[in-house]
């Protein structure tokens, strides 16, 4: 005996999130890196360890200032949701902005890490 078909509910179920007591602070971070494999995006959450450093401490043939930082947490997120990611993360700041009256910073703040493509 085969058991009957039940309708198909054209709403998507909610989703219930659950936050472990241990995650509640959550973690600071001074800045993120994005870097992605052909199915995968990475988020690597960084906290500046120190002040910049002189690079010919670390490679005697570098230049300029290093700013040594630490990973605090990395997420990996399937490709097919960075694009959600993207537009969630959009909504929020620009909700952001116009609660606090602030303006988006300029774009000299931006700058590639490196080995990034421009």
Do not use: C, Y
Not at 37 to 46: E, R
Not at 47 to 68: I, R
């Amino acid at each position: 005996m085969t058991e009957p078909e039940l309708p198909l509910d054209p709403t998507p179920p909610a989703l219930s999130i659950e936050l472990p007591s241990e995650h509640e602070a959550g973690v600071f971070a001074d800045f993120a890196n994005i870097w992605n494999t052909p199915s995968t995006f990475v988020v690597d959450f960084l906290s500046v360890k120190q002040p910049p450093v002189d690079a010919k401490l670390l490679n005697p043939e570098a230049e300029g200032s290093v700013l040594l930082s630490k990973v605090v947490s990395r997420i990996r997120l399937p490709a097919e949701q960075v694009f959600p990611l993207i537009q969630a993360l959009t909504t929020q700041a620009n909700a952001w902005l116009q609660a606090t009256g602030r303006e988006e910073p300029p774009e000299a703040w931006f700058s590639p890490g490196p080995g990034a493509q421009q």
